[in-house]
Antibody, heavy 117, light 107 residues
């Protein structure tokens, strides 16, 4: 069972990035999954959650700019990030729970996003 | 949004000490709360779900309690690997919110 994030990097303000979380050992469909971020020296922020029924939620700070999705054929979770701001600079982690939410017990290693000119 | 006030923000303790960390929600959240441990540069690790349920594989020195607005994480006897940072996370309503974290340091 493994989650591997990719897609981070250095991007200018106003730019876009798509983060990927490739899953092995279980299917992305039908599970609660999340993107959580941590700015340098700061605490954790739950950016987005997708429920097992595909309901999607976003933090107020990213609403309208970020989109969570999953591709069953690729068994991958995505986070499309548009109109990036300096305050989006953070390590982004993907996490997974089961069909019934019992906490996010599986996590990737994180991918760094730096928004700077 | 529900605010999760975690206290203390940091504490100093010794190996073998009993430690308690609290999270207070700005409104009732039933038992929709989890506790996570995070080492520097690593992903969070789930310790407790639904306020008081020990995640599989987590040592029994960790325990959680509470319901409604007040929750506690207790480490009954601190071990060297426990000196790191802990967060609570409420999932009662969106946006799901973390506490600001508690750093447990060696005295």
């Amino acid at each position: 069972v493994r989650l591997v994030e990719s897609g981070g990097g250095l991007i200018q303000p106003g730019g876009s990035l798509r983060l990927s979380c490739a899953v092995s050992g279980f299917t992305v469909s039908g599970n609660y999954m999340t993107w959580v971020r941590q700015a340098p020296g700061e605490g954790l922020e739950c950016v987005s959650v997708i429920y097992s029924d595909d309901t999607k939620y976003y933090a107020d700070s990213v609403q309208g700019r970020f989109t969570i999705s999953r591709d069953i054929s690729r068994n991958t979770l995505y986070l499309q990030m548009n109109n990036l701001r300096a305050e989006d600079t953070a390590v982004y982690f993907c996490g997974s729970s089961g069909f019934y939410y019992r906490g996010f017990d599986l996590w990737g290693q994180g991918t760094m996003v730096t928004v700077s000119s | 949004a529900i605010q999760m006030t975690q206290s203390p923000s940091s504490l100093s303790a010794s190996v073998g000490d009993r430690v308690t960390i609290t999270c207070r929600a700005s409104q009732g959240i039933r038992n929709d709360l989890g506790w996570y441990q995070q080492e520097p540069g690593k992903a969070p690790r789930l310790l407790i779900y639904a306020a008081s349920n020990l995640q599989s594989g987590v040592p029994s020195r960790f325990s959680g309690s509470g319901s409604g607005t007040d929750f506690t994480l207790t480490i009954s006897s601190l071990q060297p690997e426990d000196f790191t940072t802990y967060y609570c996370l409420q999932h009662y309503t969106y946006p799901w919110t973390f506490g600001q974290g508690t750093k447990v340091e060696i005295k």
